[in-house]
């Protein structure tokens, strides 16, 4: 009885650990990190090794081996084959993904070109309230700051990008289950029509 006690723990542990993706960008320098729990592993920049030289052996797979012997054209169709359950999916990962930090610092450089610079402005300010509509609508955002202006004494536009989003263990694999399952049930049927339209007869022309 205690170990299941303590297997349902480490299960419900697991479940609600959240794993997420850190992205920052600063004046062209990108950063790329993934998060597990408390655990950070940084992707970009990477650190610089040296390349082995790789020695062809026996295990080496073939070429074109797959798990899946669907083709990417039939998988796309399988996975869309009906756009209803798809998009409830989708809208359900929305809804499962928190976006835990949205920040976007811009300054819009305007020294040497002001009516460009107040034009530009007006432009991404525009594009910018329909997508953060858009967000509020169907996204979980749990910090988000947005600063947007032009400066007409700045020689260079300024950028800096803080993006964190994260999602729990069990939502991640409930997800992964459900669309998988959509994609397999698609494709059985798509091989089922497949199959019918073989088996006809073929009509001859007279």
Same mark, same amino acid.
């Given at each position: 009885?205690? %170990?299941?006690?303590? +297997?349902?723990?480490?299960?419900?542990?697991?479940?609600?650990?959240?794993?997420?993706?850190?992205?920052?960008?600063?004046?062209?320098?990108?950063?790329?990190?993934?998060?597990?729990?408390?655990?950070?592993?940084?992707?970009?920049?990477?650190?610089?090794?040296?390349?082995?030289?790789?020695?062809?052996?026996?295990?080496?797979?073939?070429?074109?081996?797959?798990?899946?012997?669907?083709?990417?054209?039939?998988?796309?169709?399988?996975?869309?084959?009906?756009?209803?359950?798809?998009?409830?999916?989708? =809208?359900? &990962?929305?809804?499962?993904?928190?976006?835990?930090? &949205?920040?976007?610092?811009?300054?819009?450089?305007?020294?040497?070109?002001? &009516?460009?610079?107040?034009?530009?402005?007006?432009?991404?300010? +525009?594009?910018?309230?329909? +997508?953060?509509? $858009?967000?509020?609508?169907?996204?979980?955002?749990?910090?988000?700051?947005?600063?947007?202006?032009?400066?007409?004494? $700045?020689?260079?536009?300024?950028?800096?990008?803080?993006?964190?989003?994260?999602?729990? &263990? %069990?939502?991640?694999?409930?997800?992964?289950?459900?669309?998988?399952?959509?994609?397999?049930?698609?494709?059985?049927?798509?091989?089922?029509?497949?199959?019918?339209?073989?088996? =006809?007869?073929?009509? +001859?022309?007279?």
């Amino acid at each position: 009885m205690i %170990g299941l006690s303590i +297997a349902a723990a480490v299960i419900m542990l697991i479940g609600f650990t959240r794993f997420g993706i850190l992205i920052t960008y600063k004046q062209g320098l990108l950063q790329i990190s993934l998060k597990a729990g408390f655990l950070r592993i940084n992707i970009l920049p990477q650190k610089k090794r040296r390349r082995k030289k790789r020695v062809p052996g026996k295990n080496d797979r073939e070429k074109g081996g797959s798990l899946f012997l669907l083709h990417r054209k039939e998988l796309g169709k399988a996975l869309f084959a009906s756009p209803t359950v798809v998009r409830g999916t989708l =809208r359900y &990962a929305c809804r499962c993904v928190r976006i835990d930090r &949205a920040e976007f610092r811009i300054k819009i450089a305007g020294r040497d070109n002001p &009516a460009g610079a107040a034009v530009f402005y007006g432009g991404i300010m +525009a594009v910018l309230g329909v +997508a953060v509509r $858009l967000g509020d609508k169907y996204l979980r955002i749990k910090r988000k700051k947005i600063i947007i202006s032009p400066d007409f004494q $700045l020689g260079k536009t300024y950028q800096e990008v803080h993006f964190e989003a994260s999602i729990s &263990a %069990g939502r991640g694999l409930y997800m992964s289950l459900a669309l998988l399952l959509i994609l397999l049930k698609n494709a059985k049927q798509a091989a089922g029509k497949s199959r019918q339209h073989k088996g =006809r007869p073929l009509k +001859a022309d007279y």
